[in-house]
């Protein structure tokens, strides 16, 4: 097989293998942020909680993935029912809404029920 072929066939299976991991998102655990543009808890959240989410342990059991209500859609998730506030952050296992979080008050309550929620996850031997 020649060098172009092989680049070509190469290619081709590198494009066939993101297709299919487009269409059949992961379906490990991760928290989900739904957001919109202005919302003032969500730039509170930002301002308290995003610098430091993904060094925390609850990151590690729950990746966060951002969906802008007003732009995105949930890909591969079931909720249990429509998010109508922001921030509302959602615990999604397989695929399927665990439990969700309606709201932003402060840091201490925010990483109180998430790890709560967390350790949950673990307990069950999802992580």
């Given at each position: 097989?020649?060098?172009?072929?092989?680049?070509?066939?190469?290619?081709?299976?590198?494009?066939?293998a993101a297709?299919?991991?487009?269409?059949?998102?992961?379906?490990?655990?991760?928290?989900?942020?739904?957001?919109?543009?202005?919302?003032?808890?969500?730039?509170?959240?930002?301002?308290?909680?995003?610098?430091v989410y993904?060094?925390?342990?609850?990151?590690?059991?729950?990746?966060?993935?951002?969906?802008?209500?007003?732009?995105?859609?949930?890909?591969?998730?079931?909720?249990?029912?429509?998010?109508?506030?922001?921030?509302?952050?959602?615990?999604?296992?397989?695929?399927?809404?665990?439990?969700?979080?309606?709201?932003?008050?402060?840091?201490?309550?925010?990483?109180?029920?998430?790890?709560?929620?967390?350790?949950?996850?673990?307990?069950?031997?999802?992580?």
């Open positions: 097989m020649s060098s172009t072929s092989y680049g070509k066939t190469l290619l081709a299976t590198v494009l066939l297709q299919l991991g487009a269409a059949n998102p992961a379906r490990a655990a991760e928290l989900l942020m739904f957001e919109r543009d202005g919302c003032v808890w969500c730039q509170r959240w930002n301002r308290e909680i995003a610098p993904d060094k925390t342990d609850e990151a590690k059991v729950l990746p966060l993935r951002r969906i802008n209500i007003d732009r995105d859609k949930a890909m591969g998730v079931t909720l249990e029912s429509p998010v109508r506030f922001t921030p509302t952050f959602v615990v999604v296992d397989e695929g399927r809404e665990v439990t969700r979080i309606v709201g932003y008050r402060n840091d201490e309550s925010f990483w109180g029920l998430l790890g709560g929620m967390a350790a949950k996850l673990r307990n069950a031997g999802r992580t």
